[in-house]
T-cell receptor, first 110, second 111 residues
Framework: QQQVKQSPQSLIVQKGGISIINCAYENTAFDYFPWYQQFPGKGPALLIAIRPDVSEKKEGRFTISFNKSAKQFSLHIMDSQPGDSATYFCAASMSNDMRFGAGTRLTVKP | DVKVTQSSRYLVKRTGEKVFLECVQDMDHENMFWYRQDPGLGLRLIYFSYDVKMKEKGDIPEGYSVSREKKERFSLILESASTNQTSMYLC??????????FGSGTRLTVV
């Protein structure tokens, strides 16, 4: 069963806009929530991660918002750029067990 | 620059062949993983290993086996390749409770 549900499957945003990708999880034992960015022909690369003791983490134009009670978290990309066009995966982890969402293909149009 | 290296970027194999996918990491990580990536299905865990000579089944181990004889190397074996194993295969390594470092992937086509 899918333990991490990610939406939307694909997203098109204009340059300068805000991209928002959402994820929901079931298991309250998860305690580490990373986001990965994958460009075509490359493996996923860790982008940003959060632990459930904080509600938000920001790194440059990338922000994770975390809602522990709703068991949801989201990635916000501010001032989206064509170079941000990639597939994004959310994940949830406990100990060494990491579960991935199905991925979101983001296209940022110039 | 630390990395996870997968030996082949592209492979074409025939149905029934035994296929070896190699992965090497230079970060002294305890944990190593093999995933397959298919459109719309995300990343699915095939096998993982927390230590040398140790292996555990993931969510989709059928048709696969693994070998970890040295800490830095984790091999995925397709005992008898089938067309439904055509996919992108990703190797990853990690320290406990840290983000994964992925290799660039091996795109395997079974004909």
């Amino acid at each position: 069963q899918q333990q991490v549900k990610q939406s939307p499957q694909s997203l098109i945003v204009q340059k300068g806009g805000i991209s928002i990708i959402n994820c929901a999880y079931e298991n309250t034992a998860f305690d580490y929530f990373p986001w990965y960015q994958q460009f075509p022909g490359k493996g996923p690369a860790l982008l940003i991660a959060i632990r459930p003791d904080v509600s938000e983490k920001k790194e440059g134009r990338f922000t994770i918002s975390f809602n522990k009670s709703a068991k949801q978290f989201s990635l916000h990309i501010m001032d989206s750029q064509p170079g941000d066009s990639a597939t994004y995966f959310c994940a949830a982890s406990m100990s060494n067990d990491m579960r991935f969402g199905a991925g979101t293909r983001l296209t940022v149009k110039p | 620059d630390v990395k996870v290296t997968q030996s082949s970027r592209y492979l074409v194999k025939r149905t029934g062949e035994k296929v070896f996918l190699e992965c090497v990491q230079d970060m002294d990580h305890e944990n190593m993983f093999w995933y397959r990536q298919d459109p719309g299905l995300g990343l699915r865990l095939i096998y993982f290993s927390y230590d040398v000579k140790m292996k555990e089944k993931g969510d989709i181990p059928e048709g696969y086996s693994v070998s970890r004889e040295k800490k830095e190397r984790f091999s995925l074996i397709l005992e008898s390749a089938s067309t439904n194993q055509t996919s992108m295969y990703l190797c990853a390594s990690s320290l406990i409770q840290r983000g994964y470092t992925f290799g660039s992937g091996t795109r395997l086509t079974v004909v």
